[in-house]
């Protein structure tokens, strides 16, 4: 059973920078390919950036494309996301997702476990 334990939200101001980290265990890390979403409230979840197994292949949403870079350490079983230029249309309660799937997805159903989120704040 993979568990995964988000960190590095927090209050900023517009402008600036936040990394958030995902903590894996359970299961190989190398084998899982991984994902950032993120919820507002009152809005669906959406996807923000995914990472292959390998880290050869990212993607990143429009919306963030430029400003966040998704990466991953398999040595330290994390995933991390760089957040830059952050705006106050970011904020929401981002989570982490794993997927066994080869490759990356940004579809939420493809990934079947979740973490239990980290909020990100940005203020105007």
């Known amino acids: 059973q993979v568990r995964l334990v988000e960190s590095g939200g927090g209050l900023v101001q517009a402008g600036g920078s936040l990394r958030l980290s995902c903590a894996t265990s359970?299961?190989?890390?190398?084998?899982?390919?991984m994902g950032w979403f993120r919820q507002a409230p009152g809005k669906e979840r959406e996807f923000v950036a995914a990472i292959s197994q390998s880290a050869y292949i990212t993607r990143h949403a429009d919306s963030v494309k430029g400003r966040f870079t998704v990466s991953r350490d398999n040595a330290k079983s994390t995933v991390y996301l760089q957040m830059n230029s952050l705006k106050p249309e970011d904020t929401a309660l981002y989570y982490c997702?794993?997927?066994?799937?080869?490759?990356?997805?940004?579809?939420?159903?493809?990934?079947?476990?979740w973490g239990q989120g980290t909020q990100v704040t940005v203020s105007s």
């Open positions: 359970g299961r190989t890390f190398s084998s899982l390919s």
């Open positions: 997702a794993a997927s066994i799937r080869v490759g990356i997805s940004s579809n939420s159903y493809e990934y079947s476990t």
